[in-house]
C-alpha cells in the first residue's frame, strides 16, 4: 500500500513537473513575440526604404530640403516640427496632469471624484479628428486672434515672429497637450493611489500640512509620474489626424510658435498614397523608420530615467538609515 501510494505521488509530481517545464516555455515564447515584432517592424522600415538610405545616407537626417519633383529629400523639418510640438505639448500637458492627479487622488470630494474621473477618462475616448475639427473651428481663430494683440516688439523675435495665420506650432501643441492630458492625468492618477495610506499618515502625525504630505506622495511615486509623462510624450509623437489639420503642414524648420510646420506622422498621412516614384515612396518610408527610432529611443530614455530616480532613492533610503543602524551594530 505504501509503495502503491509513493509511486502515485512521484507521478503526479513528474506530471507537474512537465506542466510545469511546458508553462515556462510557453510564457517564454509568448514574451518573445514583443521583441520579435519590434524587431521585425525595423527590418521591414528598413528594407523598403533602401532606395534613400543608399542615395542620402545621413544627410537625410540633417537636410531641409523636401523636393518630391526634383526627387530630394530631407527630413530635418520634420523631425523638428515633430519633437518641438511634442515637447510644447508635455511643458503644456504636464502640469495640469499632475494638477488633476492630485486633485482626485487627495482633495476631491467624494461625490465628484466618480464624475471628474469619467470625464477625464472620456477625454481619451474622443477620437482625434475631431479634436482637430474643435482646433480649426475654435482653437484656430483663437491663437490668430492672440497673436495679433502680441505687442509688436515680441513679434519681431525668433519665438513669435510670423503672418498672423493661426495655424502654427501654437495650434498644434494645445491640441496635443489637450489629447495627452487624459493619459498622463489616469496613469498619475493610480500611481498616486498606490502610494501606501501609511506614507499621507506618517506625514500627518510628524504635524506635516496638506501640500507638504502631498510632496511626499509626488516624491514617494516619482518612478511611476515620470512614466506617465513619458506615456504622454509618446502619445504626442505618433499623433496624425488632428495635428494634420492645424499645425500648418509647411516643410520648415522655424523656432517661431506661431509659424506653420510640419510632423513626420503628418507627411506620411499627407503623401504616402500619392508618393510620384518609388525614390518619394522610400523617403516616406525612412520618415517611418526614423519616427520608429525616435520613439523606441525615448522610450529607452524614460526607463533608463525611471532607473536612475529608483536607484537614487534606493541610495538616499539607505544613507537615511546608516546612522540608525551602525550605532546599535556597534
Do not use: C
Amino acid at each position: 500500500m505504501a509503495a502503491t501510494a509513493s509511486m502515485r505521488v512521484s507521478s503526479f509530481l513528474a506530471r507537474a513537473r512537465g506542466g510545469s517545464l511546458g508553462f515556462r516555455l510557453w510564457t517564454g515564447a509568448v514574451a518573445a513575440v514583443v521583441p520579435a515584432i519590434v524587431v521585425g517592424i525595423a527590418l521591414v522600415l528598413t528594407h523598403e526604404s533602401t532606395l534613400s538610405i543608399r542615395r542620402f545616407g545621413f544627410r537625410f537626417w540633417s537636410t531641409s530640403v523636401w523636393d518630391p519633383v526634383a526627387g530630394s529629400f530631407g527630413a530635418l523639418p520634420f523631425i523638428w516640427g515633430t519633437l518641438y510640438s511634442s515637447l510644447l505639448a508635455l511643458l503644456i500637458a504636464t502640469p495640469i496632469a499632475l494638477g488633476i492627479a492630485v486633485f482626485l487622488s487627495d482633495l476631491s470630494p467624494h461625490a465628484l471624484r466618480r464624475p471628474l474621473i469619467f470625464l477625464t477618462e472620456l477625454l481619451a475616448a474622443i477620437p482625434s479628428i475631431v479634436y482637430g475639427l474643435w482646433g480649426i473651428f475654435v482653437l484656430v481663430p483663437f491663437v490668430r486672434a492672440a497673436q495679433t494683440l502680441t505687442p509688436s516688439w515680441l513679434r519681431r523675435t525668433p519665438f513669435f515672429e510670423g503672418p498672423p495665420l493661426g495655424i502654427g506650432l501654437l495650434a498644434a501643441g494645445i491640441v496635443l497637450a489637450i489629447m495627452v492630458v487624459p493619459f498622463t492625468a489616469s496613469v498619475a492618477r493610480e500611481v498616486l493611489r498606490a502610494v501606501p495610506a501609511s506614507q499621507r499618515e506618517g506625514a500627518y502625525a510628524l504635524g506635516a500640512t496638506r501640500w507638504e504630505a502631498i510632496r511626499m506622495t509626488l516624491s514617494y511615486g516619482r518612478q511611476g509620474l515620470i512614466g506617465a509623462i513619458m506615456l504622454g510624450l509618446g502619445r504626442a509623437l505618433g499623433e496624425t489626424m488632428a495635428v494634420t489639420m492645424v499645425i500648418g503642414n509647411t516643410p520648415k524648420a522655424s523656432l517661431s510658435l506661431f509659424a506653420p510646420q510640419y510632423t513626420m506622422a503628418a507627411v506620411l498621412a499627407n503623401e504616402f498614397t500619392e508618393a510620384a516614384d518609388d525614390l518619394h515612396l522610400h523617403a516616406l518610408v525612412e520618415i517611418g523608420l526614423v519616427l520608429f527610432l525616435i520613439t523606441v529611443g525615448i522610450n529607452a530614455l524614460s526607463r533608463f530615467l525611471i532607473w536612475r530616480v529608483g536607484a537614487r532613492g534606493g541610495r538616499r533610503r539607505v544613507r537615511a538609515a546608516a546612522p540608525a543602524v551602525w550605532p546599535a551594530a556597534g
